[in-house]
Nanobody, 136 residues
Framework: QVQLVESGGGFAQSGGSLRLSCAASGFDLEYYGIGWFRRAPDNEREGVACIGSEGGTTYYTDSVKGRFTVSRDNSKNTVYLQMNSLKAEETDTYYC?????????????????????????????WGQGALVTVAS
């Protein structure tokens, strides 16, 4: 059974922080680029952050640079998204997914800078999503 499971969502005040976790089972997460996405129009997904499979190179959409940090702990088969200085408009459901677009280290989907479809063939495994609510 190949799965990704998000946790750590919940409530934060504007300007507050949350840390999301993305735990893999049934495969070794360390060999995949792992992206974080949130909802976009037409049931697509906007790339928020990504961490590559080798060397831990990270990528971020412009709106979260300097506030969000993606990291991984291979011993726990888990990727994290630390979200600081949260804004009310960032209330959303956040998803993690494997991303093998862009070469051996992945993360090509967020580098492309446009929304993705959930049935994109390079985004093979998706988590169920974690709801983040930021008070105004």
């Amino acid at each position: 059974q190949v799965q990704l499971v998000e946790s750590g969502g919940g409530f934060a005040q504007s300007g507050g922080s949350l840390r999301l976790s993305c735990a893999a089972s049934g495969f070794d997460l360390e060999y995949y680029g792992i992206g974080w996405f949130r909802r976009a129009p037409d049931n697509e997904r906007e790339g928020v952050a990504c961490i590559g499979s080798e060397g831990g190179t990270t990528y971020y959409t412009d709106s979260v640079k300097g506030r969000f940090t993606v990291s991984r702990d291979n011993s726990k088969n888990t990727v994290y998204l630390q979200m600081n200085s949260l804004k009310a408009e960032e209330t959303d459901t956040y998803y993690c997914a494997t991303d093998r677009r862009g070469g051996p280290h992945g993360c090509g989907s967020i580098v492309a800078g446009k929304p993705v479809r959930t049935d994109d063939r390079f985004l093979e495994v998706w988590g169920q999503g974690a709801l983040v609510t930021v008070a105004s």
